[in-house]
């Protein structure tokens, strides 16, 4: 069966300082994978998404980055963070459309 | 206009009672619509996917009116457990066609 991981799943980081939040998924091959942020209050909002290794779609130009250097590796990363990075980080793969897995999150807040 | 706009409650229900929100898009062209459940500082999982004709999962029953453009959820003989954010999630096309609403939240009462 498929499984996600994500980590950590929390993380206190001071403004200014990177960031690298690592997912991973096992038991299936070829993911779209995605990135996505929930801020309090607010909906889901859609980071970044691949469809393969190396390929990264941004849908929020940000201070964010996205990588995929393994068909089952997905990066999110920044090098210096803002205060509005702040959120619940949450990492996703699917191989049909609609049907998202999601990883446990990650609740970040910059201080 | 949104493109995915949900009442976002708080929905106060007595356990045992029926409930239904509803979920309004704005692109006629979506193509797949799903409602997912989110709990409190948990990842959203997937609850059901809407058919045109609805569809029923045990106390769940999921209809689509696209002359209207609006999906719902009607739980009945609501539980406890079923106390959670309903997020409405309308596909328009492609990997990233994906749009979820801001979710209803739901507080069953004992």
């Known amino acids: 069966s498929q499984t996600i991981h994500q980590w950590p799943a929390t993380l206190v980081q001071p403004v200014g300082s990177p960031l690298s939040l690592e997912c991973t998924v096992e038991?299936?091959?070829?993911?779209?994978l995605y990135w996505y942020r929930q801020a309090a209050g607010r909906g889901l909002q859609l980071l970044f998404y691949s469809v393969g290794i190396g390929q990264i779609s941004s849908e929020v130009p940000q201070n964010l980055s996205a990588s995929r250097p393994q068909d089952r590796q997905f990066i999110l990363s920044s090098k210096k963070l803002l205060l509005s990075d702040s959120g619940f980080y949450l990492c996703?793969?699917?191989?049909?459309?609609?049907?998202?897995?999601f990883g446990s999150g990650t609740q970040l807040s910059v201080l | 206009r949104k493109e995915v706009e949900q009442d976002p409650g708080p929905f106060n229900v007595p356990e045992g009672a029926t409930v239904a929100f509803n979920c309004t898009y704005s692109n006629s062209a979506s193509q797949s619509f799903f409602w997912y459940r989110q709990d409190c500082r948990k990842e959203p999982k997937l609850l059901m996917s809407?058919?045109?004709s609805g569809n029923e999962d045990g106390r769940f029953t999921a209809q689509l009116n696209r002359a209207s453009q609006y999906i719902s959820l009607l739980i009945r003989d609501s539980k406890l457990s079923d106390s959670a954010t309903y997020l409405c999630v309308v596909l328009r096309g492609g990997a990233d066609g994906l749009t979820f609403g801001k979710g209803t939240h739901l507080i069953i009462q004992p």
């Open positions: 809407v058919y045109s």
């Open positions: 038991g299936t091959s070829n993911p779209n």
């Open positions: 996703a793969w699917s191989l049909r459309a609609g049907q998202l897995f």
